[in-house]
T-cell receptor
Framework: GNSVTQMEGPVTLSEEAFLTINCTYT??????LFWYVQYPGEGLQLLLK?????DKGSNKGFEATYRKETTSFHLEKGSVQVSDSAVYFC????????????FGAGTRLAVHP | GAGVSQTPSNKVTEKGKYVELRCDPI?????LYWYRQSLGQGPEFLIY????????DSGLPNDRFFAVRPEGSVSTLKIQRTERGDSAVYLC???????????FGQGTRLTVV
C-alpha cells in the first residue's frame, strides 16, 4: 500500500541555517505530494504541494521538488527563522480519484536565535 | 467565517463510555474527512464523506467507531465502549471537492482514563 517515510526529529538549527527534511514515498501510479506544517497550538496547514513529477512546490521560502526517479519530496529552506519552529508532515494522495491523505510521522523543527 | 470547527477541544472520558465528537466544516465544502493522530505520529485516515455518504470508511479501526453526516454539513464521530488505546487527537478536515486542498480543524483531544 501507499506509505510515506520522513526523517526523524527533532531537527535543531540556528537561525539562518539551511534546512532539509527528507521525505520518501511508496505509491502506485502518480500520487500528489504535500508538505503540511503544524505550528504550536494550531491546526495542520498546507505548506506546499506538487501534483506531478518534476513539479516544484514553494511557499514562504520553503521548496520541495517531486522526484519520481528517487520517489522523494524533500523539504528545503535556505535560511530558517525562529518562527519556522513547528512540526512538518510529508503526505501523499494517491492517483485515480483516491482522496485520502497518507501522512508521514512528522519531523519537529526547533530554530533558536 | 472561519475555518473548520471541532468541539469539544478536549474530552476526558472513562473507559467503556460512549463519546461523540463534532465537526463543523467550512460552509459549502462537500468533502469531509476524519483523521486520528496519536502522540508522535502523523494523522491516520479514518473516514471520508462526499456529501452525506461515507465514500471511504476503510480507516475505521473497528465497529466501535462510527461517523455520520446526515445533512451533508456537520459530522459526528461516535465511539462506543471507549478503550484507553482510543486516546488521541481526532482531526477533521474539509475541502470544496474530494480532490482539492483539505483544511484542517484544531482537533479534539480525547483522553480515555
Amino acid at each position: 500500500g501507499n506509505s510515506v517515510t520522513q526523517m526523524e526529529g527533532p531537527v535543531t538549527l540556528s537561525e539562518e541555517a539551511f534546512l532539509t527534511i527528507n521525505c520518501t514515498y511508496t505509491a502506485t501510479g502518480y500520487p500528489s505530494l504535500f508538505w503540511y506544517v503544524q505550528y504550536p497550538g494550531e491546526g495542520l496547514q498546507l505548506l506546499l504541494k506538487a501534483t506531478k513529477a518534476d513539479d516544484k512546490g514553494s511557499n514562504k521560502g520553503f521548496e520541495a521538488t517531486y522526484r519520481k526517479e528517487t520517489t522523494s519530496f524533500h523539504l528545503e529552506k535556505g535560511s530558517v527563522q525562529v518562527s519556522d519552529s513547528a512540526v512538518y508532515f510529508c503526505a501523499l494522495r494517491g492517483s485515480g480519484g483516491y482522496n485520502k491523505l497518507i501522512f508521514g510521522a512528522g519531523t519537529r523543527l526547533a530554530v533558536h536565535p | 467565517g472561519a475555518g473548520v470547527s471541532q468541539t469539544p477541544s478536549n474530552k476526558v472520558t472513562e473507559k467503556g463510555k460512549y463519546v461523540e465528537l463534532r465537526c463543523d466544516p467550512i460552509s459549502g465544502h462537500t468533502a469531509l474527512y476524519w483523521y486520528r493522530q496519536s502522540l508522535g505520529q502523523g494523522p491516520e485516515f479514518l473516514i471520508y464523506f462526499q456529501g452525506t455518504g461515507a465514500a471511504d470508511d476503510s480507516g475505521l479501526p473497528n465497529d466501535r467507531f462510527f461517523a455520520v453526516r446526515p445533512e451533508g454539513s456537520v459530522s459526528t464521530l461516535k465511539i462506543q465502549r471507549t478503550e484507553r488505546g482510543d486516546s488521541a487527537v481526532y482531526l477533521c478536515a474539509s475541502s470544496p471537492e474530494g480532490n482539492t486542498e483539505a483544511f484542517f480543524g484544531q482537533g479534539t483531544r480525547l483522553t480515555v482514563v
